[in-house]
């Protein structure tokens, strides 16, 4: 049998029967079957420790926040429904927990069960027929638990006034320290079978890049029975660094932090801070080793919580780079707050009127779980046991509008996953009691993709345009015309 989120089976066999016509058939065993009687699809891509077999749930409600259909995600990924215009879908991750047993030990004060979690939940408002969305379930933290399954030895020779270098890692794209030649990178799966390219930086003494040497189809050799140990010999020679001028006008009185990054279409990047910007221009120069198109990232920030990130394409022969704030800042975010009584998240703007794209909103939330148990002692005797457990949840919203957006509320037995202003025992389990919600805002991000024309376009892809903007797939906006901004406000930066 399929692993599956739990405390789910009852839901998802008796509200995919009542919502037949939202979506298909519905197996209790098997799952969601495929249908072509949909008009929406929504492909899940979850996190690392998730990305084997994990099943999501997901409810689609329709702008009155009626149940259109519920079902799970099926092996690749995606879930499919009918809807009507300003529709809304759910998708509930997380830690799935065994199913409730009773301790065979009498002495044993907490049995191996609970609610599980904790458990991420994300919501996109306003959908339409045709929508084709793509979200990213993997918690920003998440860490892969993937184990390597060999190495790749790269030789290379020694740059004149390199003290150090780093090499790109063909699996994620990331750069790794490297001591001394050669370079020895780990195999992911990842990466395995790709062909990809690799660099190799080097810099001076004082941090500032010096050369570059580089290979292009570098053929990554999959995983086998035994540990790959694969080598490769051809990095090209030294290309010495170039001056890269970069400007920006327009700097408010409110910036108080300005940073640059220079990323590569082959995977690395040059980078340079400053702390305090002087006066509204200021001008500076980045040593780059530049083969190839670049996406420019200018970080600015306003005090601890507030950054925007702005990202646009450069192309490789293009040494100079303006900015001017005054066109392309995105408004600035204001703590954002949530009423748990109304069960909406305000996010508040000020300043500049740029346009943007889609609003992302993340709420989290802490409450216990009381599960009553009733069962025989050793002497076979009737007996009734409490057991508390912690559970976390957390919400993340996407709409088209900043101000009051009022979270939709799932139904049925998954009714459990929605912010609570008050202690609740569900009426399918009386066993259970749950207390009120301790409510943590983490935080907003208005998001501009310069590809989509508006939240439309956006909405398919907000996880795409977050990372693009955020340094995460940064390069990915090397391309022309795949540009993006973030403005950001978090709650508690690290």
């Known amino acids: 049998m399929r ?4 405390l789910l089976y009852a839901t998802l066999f008796a509200s995919a029967l009542a919502a037949c016509d939202g979506g298909g058939n519905f197996d209790p065993v098997l799952g969601p079957a495929p249908t072509t009687e949909s008009n929406v699809t929504v492909t899940v891509h979850p996190g690392p420790a998730d990305k084997d077999s994990q099943h999501y749930a997901v409810q689609f409600l329709d702008k009155e926040g009626k149940l259109i259909a519920e079902t799970e995600t099926e092996a690749d990924g995606t879930a499919h429904a009918f809807i009507t215009e300003g529709a809304s879908v759910i998708v509930i991750g997380g830690k799935a927990a065994p199913q409730p047993t009773a301790p065979k030990d009498p002495k044993q004060q907490t049995p191996a069960w609970g609610p599980g979690g904790p458990y991420a939940v994300k919501a996109v408002l306003g959908l339409k027929p045709g929508d084709k969305i793509e979200l990213d379930m993997a918690p920003a933290a998440e860490a892969s638990t993937e184990k390597s399954y060999g190495t790749l030895t790269v030789p290379f020779t020694a740059k004149d006034g390199a003290a150090k270098y780093e090499i790109t890692d063909p699996c994620s794209g990331g750069l790794i320290p490297v001591t001394a030649t050669p370079a020895v990178v780990k195999l992911y799966s990842a990466c395995a079978g790709k062909k990809v390219s690799l660099a190799i930086v080097a810099y001076n003494a004082d941090g500032a890049v010096v050369g570059l040497s580089t290979a292009k189809d570098v053929e990554i050799p999959k995983a086998g029975d035994k540990p790959v140990d694969a080598k490769f ?8 660094a170039k001056t890269f001028a970069a400007e920006v006008d327009n700097i408010e009185a409110a910036i108080d932090g300005i940073a640059f990054n ?6 690395f990047a040059n980078a340079v801070a400053l702390a305090k910007p002087a006066g509204a221009t200021i001008n500076q120069s980045l040593a780059v080793a530049a083969d190839s198109a670049a996406a420019f990232q200018t970080v600015i920030s306003a005090g601890a919580n507030r950054k925007q990130y702005i990202v646009e394409s450069v192309p490789a022969d293009n040494m100079q780079y303006k900015l001017d704030l005054k066109t392309k800042l995105l408004p600035w975010i204001d703590a954002p707050t949530f009423d748990l009584a109304k069960n909406t998240i305000h996010v508040g703007t000020t300043g500049n009127t740029g346009g943007f794209d889609l609003v992302q909103a993340r709420v989290d939330m802490h409450r216990q779980v009381t599960i009553v148990v009733k069962d025989k002692d050793a002497d076979k005797k009737p007996r009734t046991q409490s057991y508390d457990f912690p ?3 957390s919400w993340t919203v996407i709409s088209d509008k900043a101000g009051d957006i009022a979270l939709p509320k799932l139904v049925g037995d998954l009714e459990k996953y929605n912010p609570l202003a008050a202690e609740w025992t569900p009426k399918t389990d009386p066993n259970e009691t749950y207390t009120k919600d301790t409510v943590t805002v983490n935080g907003a991000s208005l998001l501009d993709i310069e590809e989509a024309k508006s939240y439309d376009d956006a909405r398919q892809i907000p996880a795409a345009g977050f ?6 797939n940064v390069h990915a906006a090397t391309e022309t015309g795949h540009g993006a901004r973030a403005s950001v406000y978090v709650a508690n930066p690290q």
């Open 3 to 6: 692993n599956r989120l739990p």
């Open 233 to 240: 010999e051809k990095m090209s020679a030294w290309a010495d």
């Open 262 to 267: 220079r990323w590569s279409a082959i995977g």
């Open 391 to 393: 559970l976390d949840i």
């Open 467 to 472: 990372d693009r903007a955020e340094s995460k």
